[in-house]
């Protein structure tokens, strides 16, 4: 069976950018990811749902909001044959229909600024690399849809009040406005391409060829956007500004082979400074006109 992809929804002219999710057989979470993108103060974008071959609670679960969603919403399947999260990753790319394209993943609720915030500071030549806060399990579990909607999900004392201790709660969700700016301006965190809050132009992500579908779990998301650095595609620190909330899970997907091997291929495209995955969205070589693309320097935020 091949990738399937149902709609629902039409795009309006103009729509600013497609938020792309990925997500495997998490159906209580994603939906309370929806709910957060349904609660956004943005509606210009469509959400384009990259399913890494789940069963039927998740696409039920998608048709039961999608009918009624704010925006469109786009589902991308393929059958389950193990961790393929850059495959299913590079058919919704395909799938979306807008210049810009978010990446966050189906735990992760988003602040109901995130979308507004990634269109608002979106810049030619540039990717936007975000933040997130990691809840505990309980926590987690409390968060309903009302706590969403109200945005109560992503207030440091509703979740001191609900399990978080002060030091889990992300000093990311405690500013605001300049003060968030003047963070991310002193930050000294990498502006990486992390996988649950990043943002770039389908022209760039379409001239690093996508994402590596050789890559299991474990980094496949930072060696896509070091291929964007290599073509001269630098991050812009937004971790303070463009906020998700991360829902607790198991990773039983995550084994040291698959880690070891992806830190090969990582090794490897710094050391050649590769921009192009030959096992990408075109399977092959690069063409000739985006061989010997010259490389700048690395990300500085």
Same mark, same amino acid.
């Given at each position: 069976?091949?990738?399937?992809?149902?709609?629902?929804?039409?795009?309006?002219?103009?729509?600013?950018?497609?938020?792309?999710?990925?997500?495997?057989?998490?159906?209580?979470?994603?939906?309370?990811?929806?709910?957060?993108?349904?609660?956004?103060?943005?509606?210009?974008?469509?959400?384009?749902?990259?399913?890494?071959?789940?069963?039927?609670?998740?696409?039920?679960?998608?048709?039961?909001?999608?009918?009624?969603?704010?925006?469109?919403?786009?589902?991308?399947?393929?059958?389950?044959?193990?961790?393929?999260?850059?495959?299913?990753?590079?058919?919704?790319?395909?799938?979306?229909?807008?210049?810009?394209?978010?990446?966050?993943?189906?735990?992760?609720?988003?602040?109901?600024?995130?979308?507004?915030?990634?269109?608002?500071?979106?810049?030619?030549?540039?990717?936007?690399?975000?933040?997130?806060?990691? $809840?505990?399990?309980?926590?987690?579990?409390?968060?309903?849809?009302?706590?969403?909607?109200?945005?109560?999900?992503?207030?440091?004392?509703?979740?001191?009040?609900?399990?978080?201790? *002060?030091?889990?709660?992300?000093?990311?969700?405690?500013?605001?406005?300049?003060?968030?700016?003047?963070?991310?301006? $002193?930050?000294?965190?990498?502006?990486?391409?992390?996988?649950?809050?990043?943002?770039?132009?389908?022209? *760039?992500?379409?001239?690093?060829?996508?994402?590596?579908?050789?890559?299991?779990?474990?980094?496949?998301?930072?060696?896509?956007?070091?291929?964007?650095?290599?073509?001269?595609?630098?991050?812009?620190?937004?971790?303070?500004?463009?906020?998700?909330?991360?829902?607790?899970?198991?990773?039983?997907?995550?084994?040291?082979?698959? =880690?070891?091997?992806?830190?090969? =291929?990582?090794?490897?495209?710094?050391?050649?400074?590769?921009?192009?995955?030959?096992?990408?969205?075109?399977?092959?070589?690069?063409?000739?006109?985006?061989?010997?693309?010259?490389?700048?320097?690395?990300?500085?935020?």
């Amino acid at each position: 069976m091949s990738t399937t992809i149902r709609r629902w929804g039409t795009l309006a002219p103009r729509t600013q950018l497609s938020v792309v999710l990925s997500t495997y057989n998490q159906p209580a979470w994603l939906q309370k990811t929806l709910l957060g993108y349904a609660a956004q103060t943005a509606g210009s974008f469509e959400v384009v749902i990259a399913d890494d071959g789940s069963d039927a609670r998740t696409s039920e679960a998608i048709e039961r909001m999608a009918s009624a969603f704010p925006v469109p919403v786009v589902h991308v399947w393929h059958p389950d044959q193990g961790f393929r999260k850059s495959a299913i990753l590079n058919r919704a790319i395909e799938a979306a229909r807008t210049d810009y394209l978010v990446f966050s993943d189906g735990d992760c609720i988003p602040r109901a600024d995130f979308v507004a915030t990634h269109a608002a500071l979106r810049r030619p030549g540039r990717f936007l690399s975000g933040g997130y806060c990691k $809840l505990p399990m309980t926590t987690s579990q409390q968060v309903d849809a009302e706590d969403i909607v109200q945005g109560r999900f992503a207030d440091p004392t509703w979740l001191r009040h609900h399990g978080c201790t *002060d030091a889990a709660i992300s000093r990311k969700l405690r500013v605001h406005g300049l003060r968030a700016r003047v963070w991310d301006q $002193l930050s000294t965190a990498r502006a990486s391409w992390n996988g649950h809050n990043a943002s770039g132009w389908r022209s *760039d992500i379409l001239a690093v060829n996508g994402f590596d579908e050789r890559m299991g779990y474990g980094g496949q998301d930072r060696e896509f956007g070091e291929r964007l650095v290599n073509r001269g595609i630098r991050g812009i620190r937004i971790r303070h500004r463009a906020i998700v909330v991360h829902l607790d899970h198991p990773r039983g997907y995550a084994t040291a082979e698959s =880690i070891a091997h992806n830190r090969a =291929i990582r090794a490897e495209t710094r050391r050649s400074r590769s921009t192009w995955a030959a096992s990408g969205l075109r399977p092959g070589p690069a063409p000739a006109l985006e061989t010997g693309t010259p490389v700048l320097e690395s990300a500085a935020g």
